[in-house]
C-alpha cells in the first residue's frame, strides 16, 4: 500500500471505532435526563433507580468517547498536513467551537451531575443533565459542520498567495444546506441508537427478573417500563430517521450527483428510475449487467417526482473535463491543479458504496421493525417474553441501529472519493508529503492495538454493570453536612 491507501485505512480505522461512541453518548444523555425528570415529578423510585442506573452506562460511554475523539484532530496534522493547509482556518473555527464551547459544556454540567446528588437543588439538578445532552447536540452539529464543507464547500475564497481556502462567511458554512439537513438525521439516528441500547438492556433484565426464583423479581415492573421507553424512543426516532434521510437523499443528488448514482450502481441516467434490490455491474464498472428494481422509487427519492431524471455514473463522468475547467474559471489555476490528480477517475468505489448504502437502510428497517415488535408482545398486561430468542433480540437490538450509523458514515465518507473536499482537492493530494509508509504503519498498528484494549475495557465494564442491573431505592439526601467531601454517587 502506498502512504494515501494506509491514511485512509487510519482515518477510517479510527473514525469509525469512535462514531461508535458517539451515538450513544447522545442517545442515552436525552434518556437519562427524561428518566431525571420522571423521578423529580412522579417521586416514583423506578425512575430515580432507572437515572443512576442508565447515568453509569452513559459515563462509561462518555469516557471512551472522549479518548478515541482527541485522537481524530491529531491526525489532521499527522497524516493530513497539506488537506489541514489548504481548508485550517475554514476548519478551526467549528473545532475550536466544538472544543471550546461544547466540550465545556457538556464535561463541565457532567461533573455537576455526577457529584452534585444532595448537593444542588432537585430541579436545577435535573436541569443538568438537559444541559449535558444539549452540549452533545452542539458537539454534533460543529463536527458536522466541518464536515458538511468538505461535502459542499460554501463561504470561502481561495487565496493564490497563500495558497489557502480562507473562510468569507461563517455563517455560511454553519448554514450549509448540507449541514442543515444532515444534522436532524444525525440525531434522529443517534436517538434511535439510544433507545434501542436501553430497549436491549431492558429486556434482557426483565426476562433474567421474571425467571422463577429470580432474587430481582420485584423489579419486573421496573424493567418492563424501561425496555417499552426504548422501544417508543427507538421507534419514533427511526421514523424521524426515514424523514430526515429522504430529504438529505434529494440534497445529496442535488450537491453530489455521482454519489447518489454510485449508491444505486445507476450506470446510465433514467427518467423514472427504480430502486435496486440487486444490481450486478461489469467488471471494469462501466455498466450494468443485471438488475432487480423497484420502478420509479429512485426517482422520488432523488427528486421528490417519481418520473424524475436520475443522472447515471458514465453521464456525470463524462462532465468531469468540464468540471475542472469550471474550477479553474472561478478559482483560478492554483485550485485547478489542486482539483486536478492525474490518478483520479472522478468516481467512488461503486460496490462499497452500493451495500453500504443498503446495509445502513437495511439494518436501520430491521432495528424499527424490533422496537415495533417488542412493543407489540409487551402490550397490554402481557407477560415477559421469555423465549430464548428475545436474547438474541436483547443482543441484536443495540447493534442493529449501531452498525447501520457506522455503514453510513462509510458511505457517505467513500461516496465522495477520490474528492477529499468535493470538487476543490483529491484525497491523493491532501496527505502529508512528509510521512513515510513505516510512519503510518506504525501509527496505525499503535492505534488499533490501543483502541482493541479500550474495546475490551469498554464491553467488559458495560457488561459488568448491566448484568448488576439497577441498585436498590435510596431517598437522596436533601441536606448534606456542608463539610462533606465530593464523592461520586453511584
Excluded at 493530513?80 to 461544547?102: C, H, K, N, Q, T
Excluded at 461563517?170 to 444546506?177: D, G, Q, R, S, T
Excluded at 440525531?187 to 433507545?195: E, H, K, L, N
Aim: proline share 5%; aromatic share 12%.
Amino acid at each position: 500500500m502506498d502512504p494515501v491507501d494506509l491514511a485512509r485505512w487510519q482515518f477510517a480505522i479510527t473514525t469509525v471505532y469512535h462514531f461508535l461512541f458517539v451515538p450513544i453518548t447522545i442517545g442515552l444523555s436525552f434518556v437519562v435526563a427524561v428518566t431525571h425528570v420522571a423521578w423529580v415529578r412522579t417521586r416514583r423510585p423506578e425512575w430515580l433507580r432507572l437515572t443512576k442506573f442508565l447515568g453509569k452506562l452513559f459515563t462509561i460511554n462518555f469516557a471512551l468517547g472522549l479518548v478515541t475523539g482527541i485522537v481524530q484532530e491529531f491526525q489532521f496534522g499527522m497524516n493530513w498536513s497539506d488537506y489541514s493547509r489548504f481548508v485550517g482556518d475554514i476548519f478551526g473555527a467549528p473545532l475550536a467551537l466544538e472544543a471550546l464551547l461544547a466540550f465545556f459544556v457538556e464535561s463541565t454540567f457532567l461533573g455537576l451531575w455526577i457529584f452534585g446528588w444532595g448537593r444542588i437543588p432537585e430541579k436545577l439538578h435535573a436541569a443538568t443533565m438537559w444541559v449535558v445532552h444539549v452540549g452533545t447536540l452542539l458537539s454534533a452539529y460543529f463536527i458536522l459542520a466541518a464536515n458538511s464543507f468538505m461535502q459542499n464547500p460554501v463561504g470561502f475564497r481561495y487565496n493564490p498567495e497563500s495558497g489557502r481556502a480562507e473562510m468569507t462567511d461563517f455563517v455560511a458554512i454553519l448554514l450549509n444546506k448540507v449541514q442543515l439537513v444532515a444534522f436532524p438525521h444525525i440525531i434522529t439516528s443517534a436517538y434511535m441508537v439510544g433507545g434501542a441500547v436501553v430497549m436491549g438492556v431492558g429486556v434482557w433484565l426483565w426476562r433474567r427478573a421474571a425467571q422463577p426464583g429470580a432474587s430481582d423479581a420485584a423489579d419486573v415492573p421496573m424493567y418492563r417500563k424501561a425496555t417499552r421507553l426504548g422501544a417508543v424512543l427507538t421507534l419514533v426516532a427511526s421514523l424521524g430517521v426515514v424523514v430526515t434521510g429522504d430529504v438529505q437523499g434529494k440534497i445529496m443528488t442535488e450537491v453530489q450527483p455521482m454519489k447518489m448514482a454510485a449508491a444505486e450502481a445507476l450506470y446510465e441516467s433514467e427518467t423514472g428510475a427504480g430502486f435496486s434490490i440487486l444490481t450486478i455491474g461489469s467488471l471494469d464498472g462501466t455498466e450494468e449487467v443485471f438488475a432487480i428494481k423497484v420502478p420509479k422509487v429512485l426517482a422520488f427519492m432523488a427528486t421528490g417526482n417519481p418520473n424524475g431524471t436520475v443522472e447515471g455514473i458514465n453521464e456525470i463522468k463524462a462532465r468531469n473535463a468540464e468540471m475542472v475547467a469550471g474550477i479553474e474559471r472561478t478559482y483560478g489555476p492554483e485550485v485547478a491543479v489542486v482539483a486536478s490528480d492525474s490518478d483520479a477517475d472522478y468516481m467512488p468505489n461503486v460496490p462499497l458504496a452500493y451495500w453500504t448504502f443498503r446495509l445502513m437502510m437495511g439494518l436501520g428497517f430491521a432495528s424499527m421493525g424490533l422496537s415495533a415488535l417488542l412493543l407489540w408482545v409487551t402490550r397490554g398486561s402481557r407477560r415477559a417474553p421469555t423465549s430464548r430468542w428475545w436474547v438474541w433480540a436483547a443482543v441484536a437490538a443495540p447493534l442493529l441501529p449501531l452498525f447501520a450509523n457506522s455503514f453510513g458514515w462509510i458511505f457517505t465518507e467513500t461516496g465522495r472519493q477520490p474528492w477529499l473536499v468535493n470538487g476543490l482537492m483529491t484525497t491523493a493530494l491532501g496527505v502529508s508529503p512528509s510521512v513515510s509508509v513505516a510512519e503510518i504503519w506504525t501509527s496505525m498498528t499503535v492505534f488499533t492495538l490501543l483502541y482493541a484494549v479500550l474495546a475490551v475495557v469498554e464491553v467488559r465494564l458495560f457488561l459488568r454493570y448491566v448484568a448488576h442491573g439497577a441498585e436498590p431505592f435510596h431517598e437522596p439526601e436533601s441536606e448534606p453536612a456542608e463539610d462533606a467531601p465530593l464523592q461520586f454517587s453511584y
